[in-house]
């Protein structure tokens, strides 16, 4: 009996991008970040600020590490993640989001969180390409 040969990193990355439970985790962090977002919008949260801003950041961490094993399912040709449309689109949202929001920015800041609801269009994209008709 032959013993399998191990997946390579790029493999794993891809297998585990592709996953219900990763995709899942994601959406589910996209809408909290909405309904976050919203709260923070409509209501006086100033009290929770620090755990808003703390909320915020930590998902970023996440989004970032997405993007990271996103890219990395798609290597070693990483040019084939950027081919579609809905990648390049997630990659520019989580890289425009790390942009420091001061001042004339910070219009930016909220521009690009709610750009991030956005996103998930892109995963249930992604998902309908991938799903058997």
Same mark, same amino acid.
């Given at each position: ?32 970040? #909405?309904?976050?977002? #919203? ?18 950041? #930590? ?75």
């Amino acid at each position: 009996m032959e013993t399998p040969r191990p997946r390579s990193a790029f493999e794993r990355c891809r297998a585990i991008a592709e996953s219900d439970g990763f995709e899942g985790l994601i959406a589910t962090l996209l809408v909290a970040n #909405a309904i976050a977002l #919203a709260l923070e919008s409509f209501l006086d949260m100033g009290r929770h600020d620090d755990a808003l801003f703390t909320f915020f950041v #930590a998902s970023q961490v996440v989004f970032v590490l997405e993007i990271a094993v996103r890219l990395l399912g798609h290597g070693p040709s990483f040019r084939s993640f950027f081919r579609d449309p809905w990648n390049a689109f997630d990659f520019g949202v989580v890289a425009l989001s790390l942009v420091p929001m001061v001042g004339p920015l910070s219009f930016l800041a909220r521009l690009v969180r709610v750009l991030r609801v956005l996103r998930v269009v892109s995963l249930l994209a992604r998902r309908s390409r991938r799903s058997p008709s």
